[in-house]
């Protein structure tokens, strides 16, 4: 499968194609005679399994981690559960902060800037 075809597939771009190959989150495409990188249809899920991952909030590093483990067949459900677990904790403390700077600005606009009389003095 050719690259356009392997980005209709995925959903991902040609460049995201690309670049996951670059970087090694895809095994390098062998090369047909004219040049082309041609892709195994598995490779379809694989991607896509990798943008849900990017969508949930994993990292690139993050992700590498556990396509490394997942394409060696050795990542076990105790690890992909330890990775949950850990990026759920970071969602709650994201949110934390969030609600905090939503705080922050509804008081601001009401006129109770904390910050306004250090600033504009």
Partial sequence: M???QLSKCSGLSRDTIRFYEKIGLLPQAVRSENGYRDY???LAGQLKLLNHAKELGF???EIRAI???F???SLS???MNGFLRE???EIDEKITRLKSFKKEIAAALDGKCRLKDEVFK
């Fill in 77 to 79: 459900v105790k690890q």
């Fill in 87 to 89: 990026k759920n904790k």
């Fill in 59 to 61: 990292d690139l590093k």
């Fill in 40 to 42: 195994p249809e598995a």
């Fill in 2 to 4: 050719r690259i356009g």
């Fill in 67 to 69: 396509a490394k483990l």
């Fill in 71 to 73: 394409l060696s067949k």
